[in-house]
């Protein structure tokens, strides 16, 4: 079923497009029956129970059936966790799925200017006192004011420096040291299943990971909720 | 989109069905667009080549966005060959692509009288003379009316124990011991990646593969061809 | 590091051996460790309580940097499941990792005579009460008798046939037809990492597993634990 | 068999050490002859010429089952290419194996002073003619020293905002993004098959990717070659 919603996400250049999904919550208690070798026409009672059960008892293979496409616009540092999260690699990211397609602009083929996510002067947030990582209250204004200002500097001396080394000749490989890359956008397609994708959502919308891509994630959880309504209800606890 | 179209495989038991797909070629073309920030609205002649670089060039991420759905009913020596593939694990089967969903019935669950596929008499097929594996011509008739006629006394008398063993209370994952399961029917649903059921296809459209599965490939490659026809074009080399 | 040590299970004919492993309980810290660019060089208290730690969140990556590889001889009726768990793809069992590596044998290729597991008159058992799967008590002496006599005419029964199907010329993918398999032995090499052993252990050693291969499982975890004390204490809750 | 060895990469800061193998080129040539069901004890002119056969023939699969450990230290461009790999997204980089484990440092939790890659003056390296990628020459002497002395600055100006966010109470995860990325070391462990790594070679050592990661691709071979001399010589092609 090709479809086309697209939510903005930190500023006017971020956002979370679905283009298309493949099946539905019917297709869950399907999947699931085969074991029996039984098979539904629509959605009954018993099929809702079936998906809670499964969901509850951690039987999640039959949610990997059901797939959705996602376009992204993220910065740079959002695009990474979520990538961590679909290599399954960092310390605080296991992942349940690899059924995940990704594709992704790159600086190596892509040389027109690039934007940034710049958080407003109220946005700058304060180290947490009790943890390593995440973050607490908003900082002080002046601090925030200072920092954006600092930061658009970055940028705009970034810009013009790389832009001064692709005007010299220098390659797009190495042009791009001179970019601050954690705030850079990037687009990306992603294609995984429900129960990565629900998986995903259970990570990224807990209270300590950032909140960047909390934010993200709340879109995606606002795209699929309508499109499978039980199964996300089951399978997202956070 | 979804979809349902059957064709039958083997005897009036075996089929493939196609219940759902997510994307179309347009889907390639675009996710490998992504790395340039690039996007089409229809497939243009600049797509189609560029799916054929890509094709060409083993550059096979793109194909991964484009999904299908099958369920099959095959024997389980079908299946099991099947499923190899999916692991990525038997020694001439190496897989490119692990974007797989995969659940099946289980003779732990169910019950009900399996049934079989057998071989017409004349269907029966000799050792090929120069190599471990395959097979050659058909084997003389008086060969193949005998087999046809063991393998129908085989499976009954499997079947007899089979029910009498639950008669009398065994449990049906010691039951099944009766059964001689390569030729019994297992129903199973199979979620797969473009680039994955076209490597699937290369693998087992070939002539050394065995005849039961390529008939199964051919059914899907049947299925498949009209609804992404330019990369199914590029991808399936046998 | 290489090591050989094999434990019997089920009969003379079944076991499982371990062949090598890579890594040690410290491995698994170190790999944790390296989010904090810090690395131990022997295993410390604070790196036990890390890998207590890494478990209880559920913070697994890190146990996918250590490896072991195994060797099973085993009834094809408890290959399928271990593979199933492999696949991520039976209703009851999703898997949390795939860096598992499979090679095993094949009726295709291999035609010398088969050997199979036969349960003993008294290990056989009856269907369970309260569900659909699983088992419960042994039956009767004279079923279990009846059960044994009959399923050794059905081995030997499948043997006769299958070699007369070979000396007369059918090919090897055929005959098999004639074998009941599900209690077939065969042979195959299983490397996987420790987040995906114990994650197998936890889903076959429970007791509502088949109790065959509980039995493998329970092989597995003695060959194990002794190597990864630590890390197989925290991980395995059965 | 635990190893240490070490291979310096870039500059004084940027290396690959190795940690730990699993199996040897025996092993190889034992999980391709389980679907024989047989076994060699030491290697055989026969399993050099099975290994052989393998990597031409493309059954890859008996190459999952031998396993290396690295450590790596490099500049954030190079890691982000190493990882599109492993997640087998970009347009260029299909991957044939996910056996891979993947644990880094990560800015949302190391706060100490980064390290940076800045190419010396005469390795800066002109946009190729002829592609959209790649590299060609290295530019004039003067446009070297100049991107040099901007790159030290951006460096330097980088490190004092990032620092002065962090002492004026700024959280981590928001305060990096004053940092120059592309070029940041980050440290990471990469365990991964002998199939994956030898894919990866493929890829990274051929001329067309980009320079920095080839270094690194060139010292993996030198770290893997004298361990599984037959594997690496057939597999690795460039």
Redesign the interface.
Known sequence: ??IERKINVLDENGYVMI?????TDL?VA???R????KKSATLTEGDKRLIDF?ARE?????F??V?A?F?FNAP??VA?QH??Y?????????T???????????????T?EPSF?V?QPNE?????ESS?????DI?PAE?GI??FM??MD?FN??VI?YE???A???????A????????MYV???W?A?L?SICHFLNQRLAHDS?VEIQMYAKAVLELIKPLFPISVDKLVTE
Chains 1, 2, 3, 4 share one sequence.
Request: hydrophobic share 35%; charged share 20%.
């Open positions: 079923m090709s283009h298309d999904v493949l099946g297709t399907n999947a699931a085969v074991s029996y070798a499964l951690g039987h999640t293979s039959p990997r059936h797939i496409q376009e740079l540092m990474r990538w961590k679909v290599v399954g690699s960092s310390m605080l990211e296991a349940g799925d690899n059924m995940d397609a990704w594709n992704e602009s790159s600086r190596r083929y892509v027109e996510y958080p700058w947030r304060s180290a947490p390593k990582q995440g973050s607490g900082v601090i200072e920092a600092k930061l970055t001396t970034g420096r001064w080394a692709l010299n000749g220098i390659c797009a490989e190495q791009r040291l001179f970019l601050p890359a954690y705030g687009k990306y397609y294609t299943s129960q950032q």
